[in-house]
């Protein structure tokens, strides 16, 4: 019998991070199993590798919780950063100007793919007849 592969989402909006930025990071870990992503994430010194792992241990625990996958064959299909929206800003400057800057935001697009974890029926007890009640 095969195994069908089914894949879960995990969405994570307005990230208050550059899309630039989350998606440089999410590129270490595109493709790859959800452990050895986890392990890449937790050694990599940006601040935009928490954003992505909160991301992939969301749509991991969606596929074993929800779902009822195989946690050890779960890996990373589709993680795409896209732009969310901008907020708008001024910097005071020298002689009564503002100058105006943007703050950044971005969404996180998870999918892991995994088979279902196969449960095990519990062997059937024989009915034991007692020698009192016969």
């Not at 890449?40 to 590798?49: C, F, N, S, V």
């Not at 991301?55 to 732009?83: E, F, M, P, R, Y």
């Not at 800003?89 to 974890?117: D, M, Q, T, W, Y």
Request: proline share 4%; net charge positive; charged share 25%.
């Amino acid at each position: 019998m095969a195994e069908t592969i089914y894949t879960v989402k995990a969405h994570i909006k307005g990230v208050d991070q550059a899309p630039r930025k989350l998606s440089l990071i999410a590129s270490l870990v595109r493709g790859r199993s959800v452990a050895d992503a986890s392990v890449i994430l937790d050694h990599t010194p940006k601040r935009a590798a928490l954003a992505v792992k909160k991301a992939i241990q969301s749509a991991a625990a969606n596929a074993v919780n929800n779902h009822g996958l195989d946690a050890k064959s779960l890996t990373i299909s589709t993680l795409s950063v896209t732009a969310g929206p901008r907020i708008k800003r001024f910097k005071p400057a020298s002689r009564g100007r503002a100058l105006p800057f943007e703050k950044k935001s971005g969404h996180i697009l998870v999918e892991v793919a995994g088979v279902v974890k196969q449960v095990k029926k519990p062997a059937a007890k024989k009915a034991e007849v007692k020698e009192g009640e016969k």
